[in-house]
């Protein structure tokens, strides 16, 4: 009965202990805690585990550029950013350390990207031609330009294919209507003339990017 006893004991304190371990990791205000840890214990609840989140309230962080992550969650860090969703849900993350917010963004860099599917495909043709020449009569720019060709980003600029219109849309209002994001003058300046139909148009395209244009684009895509 001792014996038994003795490895009930054990049984019990080791699962403390990984209680314990666990609630460890949900304290992103410390630095022994890694960022990859961080991203599955707090981040996927809202993101999802590998960054493809259900709810369009939440963009999608798989496949997004490491520079661009590393900038937003300093925004956020900093309180720069003042969007109102940032303000609900990011600003709480002001302990994230350099090195945290870097493991956190290679972690989410290195995931694979999940398209939309495709519904409206007026709606995807009109924000085609406008992804890949803009509305020269309006002054808008080409958003090829600056996320790239298979809108896979380009240095500090996102990644689109493959999020969510609904959350693509929300920015580009934010963007046009507001300054509550502190790097988007050159967005600010390109939603400035666009209609609510040429956003809605932009945003259908890039969640449903084109398979055989995302082919060359990394990571690799999983629909």
């Known amino acids: 009965m001792n014996k038994v006893a003795h490895i009930v004991s054990l049984a019990m304190l080791l699962a403390g202990s990984a209680c314990h371990d666990l609630e460890r ?3 992103v205000d410390n630095p022994a805690v890694s960022g990859k840890t961080i991203a599955l214990q707090v981040c996927s609840n809202c993101h999802g585990a590998t ?3 259900v709810s369009p309230t ?7 550029r490491k520079e661009y992550l590393v900038d937003q969650l300093t925004d956020f860090k900093n309180h720069a950013r003042s969007d109102p969703n940032a303000k609900r849900f990011m600003w709480g993350f002001t302990h994230l350390t350099d090195a945290q917010i870097d493991e956190l963004a290679t972690y989410f860099s290195s995931q694979q990207v999940v398209l ?3 519904d409206d495909l007026a709606l995807i043709n009109a924000g085609k031609a406008i992804f890949m020449s803009g509305l020269p009569d309006k002054g ?3 958003c090829i330009g600056c996320h790239g060709q298979h809108g896979e980003g380009l240095s500090q600029f996102p990644r689109l294919a493959g999020q969510h219109a609904d959350y693509v849309m929300k920015q580009l209002e934010v963007f046009r209507e507001t300054d509550s994001r502190p790097r988007g003058a050159v967005m600010k ?5 666009m209609s ?3 956003m809605r148009a932009v945003a259908a395209y890039v969640e449903a990017f084109p398979q055989e244009a995302e082919a060359s684009a990394s990571p690799p895509v999983d629909q």
């Open 196 to 198: 609510e139909q040429d």
């Open 189 to 193: 300046a390109v939603c400035a003339n």
């Open 116 to 118: 939309g599917d495709p």
């Open 58 to 64: 939440f963009p999608k962080l798989a496949g997004q």
């Open 51 to 53: 960054g493809v989140s």
């Open 25 to 27: 990791s949900r304290q």
């Open 140 to 142: 808008v720019a080409a």
